[in-house]
């Protein structure tokens, strides 16, 4: 059984930085690819970034140039290191594993960023 395990959210300051990381376990293969998304409240859950196992990424516009994701395929891991905070960067950030057709999910993790 697949597990996803968030951690690094927090409450920072706008300006600030905080770095999420995801541990995947459970599963015998390295996935296709890991990413992040976020939903806020009242919203749509969005991409934020993706990156795969050979080591493409991508990111939504507005996170450009701010926030940087990586991974560890050993390890199936992966990080999102977030700088120059925003309040509109408040939400619930969620891991997310894909491996062929199947995609799994972590449970999230708060990020609050104070004006």
């Known amino acids: 059984q697949v597990q996803l395990v968030e951690s690094g959210g927090g409450l920072v300051q706008a300006g600030g930085s905080l770095r999420l990381s995801c541990a995947a376990s459970?599963?015998?293969?390295?996935?296709?690819?890991m990413g992040w998304y976020r939903q806020a409240p009242g919203k749509q859950r969005e991409l934020v970034a993706t990156?795969?196992?050979?080591?493409?990424?991508n990111y939504a516009d507005s996170v450009k140039g701010r926030f940087t994701i990586s991974g560890d395929n050993a390890k199936n891991t992966v990080y999102l290191q977030m700088n120059s905070l925003k309040p509109e960067d408040t939400a619930v950030y969620y891991c997310?594993?894909?491996?062929?057709?199947?995609?799994?999910w972590g449970q999230g993790t708060q990020v609050t960023v104070s004006s």
């Open positions: 459970g599963s015998d293969f390295s996935f296709n690819v």
């Open positions: 997310n594993a894909q491996l062929l057709a199947l995609s799994f």
């Open positions: 990156i795969t196992s050979g080591g493409s990424t």
